[in-house]
């Protein structure tokens, strides 16, 4: 998807991923079952969206009589690894499939890599690019159901949705590590690729490799270098966020939950990489429109999640009834008007078309163009 000096990466370019966020809140003091707490609104483990209410095992953590006298047993990440399986396996599936098809359209030349990168159009030389693009595809994919879990599981949980809250709770948590492992895949087979096309010594061109796979600023060329940091920061910043639900008992609850609320900012950034660099979207067109299409449920949810917040603090009333800080009344205000224009947004790029990509060449161009 993205192109670098070597070998772009992949929803953009290869050294980040894609998102993950997604989590919510319910009631603490809801029954639970199982490893996960069950909860009417919803509650759960790895990333969340925009801000949601105490879990019922962050409850009993500081009230143990929240849940009974033994209480839920603790998650823990051993636990979600192993429950992640399937979902891993599932998403090697899904990455494979997009590998396929990504190196079918580089072998017929109908992608539009080959234009912004005419050196490409050798697919078996560049496989592990193209490898790198498919796990930034995944990885995105996973992130944005990542997001659409957690804001189902915040706030209010739906009449229609009928899946327990613990096992959605679970899938929201192992998504969340797929996502991260994806993105991580992502940004690895970036780095090989890198690896393999320098002429100077493996130690040197590893050492190189990993400056510019994963350090800011160290790819100092063409878009990359707007586009390959905003992928690292959506990495950086994933990883910790997901896992940080796995400490919330030494952190505690509420600095956790101060913290998930901004996890969302890991999946923005995620896209946003992948408008910026991503060679298979960078020309305007329906496959580039549709990344932006696939953005409108989750405004959608962000904002009835913001409207209709489990927890009646998180309620916006009239300024003067407000029991915080008139800054806090304006955050709150603000996070409401952001979710509208963002919808607004999304659909005025659908109707219009104007998807911010680039104007495609004539099909007779002999680019020279480097992506790096």
């Not at 370019?13 to 319910?26: D, F, N, W, Y």
């Not at 009449?159 to 991260?180: D, F, Q, V, Y």
């Not at 400490?247 to 600095?255: F, N, Q, S, W």
């Given at each position: ?36 707490p ?13 801000g ?15 849940a ?45 890599t080959?234009?912004?990168?005419p ?39 739906p ?22 492992a994806?993105?991580?895949?992502h ?59 796995y ?9 956790w ?116």
């Open positions: 998807m993205n192109a670098g000096k070597a070998a772009p990466g992949t929803a953009g370019p290869p050294r980040t991923g894609t998102e993950i966020p997604g989590q919510a809140s319910g009631p603490a003091g809801a029954r639970t079952t199982g490893d996960t069950a909860r009417d609104g919803g509650a759960t483990g790895a990333p969340e969206a925009a949601a209410g105490p879990t019922a095992s962050e409850a009993t953590a500081t009230d143990p009589t929240a009974g006298a033994r209480g839920p047993a603790r998650v823990t990440l051993r636990a979600d690894l192993r429950a992640s399986v399937w979902d891993g396996l599932l998403a090697l599936v899904v990455t494979a499939a997009v590998f396929a098809l990504i190196y079918a359209r580089i072998e017929a030349k109908t992608s539009s080959v234009t912004v990168m050196f490409m159009a050798d697919a078996g030389g560049f496989w592990v690019y193209f490898l790198s693009q498919a796990f930034g595809w995944s990885a995105l994919l996973w992130a944005w159901g990542t997001v659409i879990i957690g804001l189902l599981l915040s706030g209010t949980r009449a229609w949705l009928r899946i327990p809250g613990p096992k959605l709770e679970r899938l929201h948590r192992t998504t969340s590590i797929n996502t991260m994806l993105m991580a895949a940004a690895i087979f970036f780095a090989v690729e890198l690896v393999r096309h320098d002429k100077d010594a493996w130690h040197a061109a590893a050492v190189t490799a990993f400056i510019e796979a994963f350090v800011p600023g160290g790819y100092d060329s063409g878009t990359g270098k707007v586009a390959i940091p905003v992928g690292q920061a959506a990495l950086y910043l994933a990883i910790p966020m997901g896992l940080l639900f400490a919330r008992h030494r952190i505690g609850p509420k600095t939950r101060v913290m998930h609320r901004f996890v969302i900012v890991t999946y923005v950034l995620s896209v946003w990489h992948t408008l910026l660099y991503g060679t298979n979207v960078w020309y305007d067109g329906a496959f580039r429109t549709t990344i932006w299409l696939l953005q409108l449920p989750i405004a959608v949810l962000l904002l009835i999640r913001l409207a209709r917040p489990a927890r009646r603090s998180e309620r916006l009333r009239g300024l003067a009834a407000h029991p915080g800080s008139k800054a806090g009344w304006g955050l709150r205000l603000a996070g409401r008007v952001l979710a509208v224009g963002l919808i607004v947004l999304v659909l005025a790029v659908v109707v219009s078309g104007r998807d911010g990509g680039r104007e495609k060449p004539p099909a007779d161009t002999s680019s020279t163009h480097d992506h790096g």
